[in-house]
């Protein structure tokens, strides 16, 4: 899941070498952390959130086999 949240974002932002996606596990859930540069953050969020909802919901799909639930959490 780290690599598609990552090439997601790449493809999204202007300067895909700050795109970074780190992952940790929690006891129920896989928390992926996408950090962009600060310029971007509007272009991964999108009007109204439509953007972060649409990586949260392909992400979701990709996952639904999976037992843990993972999350999507974007940061500058």
Do not use: C, F, H, W
Not at 27 to 40: R, T, Y
Not at 45 to 51: E, R
């Amino acid at each position: 899941m780290k690599s598609l949240v990552e090439v997601i974002a790449k493809q999204l932002v202007d300067l895909p070498e700050e795109v970074s996606v780190s992952q940790r596990e929690e006891e129920n859930a896989v928390i992926l952390e996408l950090k962009v540069a600060p310029s971007d953050m509007g272009k991964i969020i999108g009007k109204q959130g439509k953007i972060a909802k649409a990586i949260r919901t392909i992400v979701k799909s990709a996952t639904a086999s999976s037992s843990k639930k993972v999350v999507v959490e974007i940061s500058e």
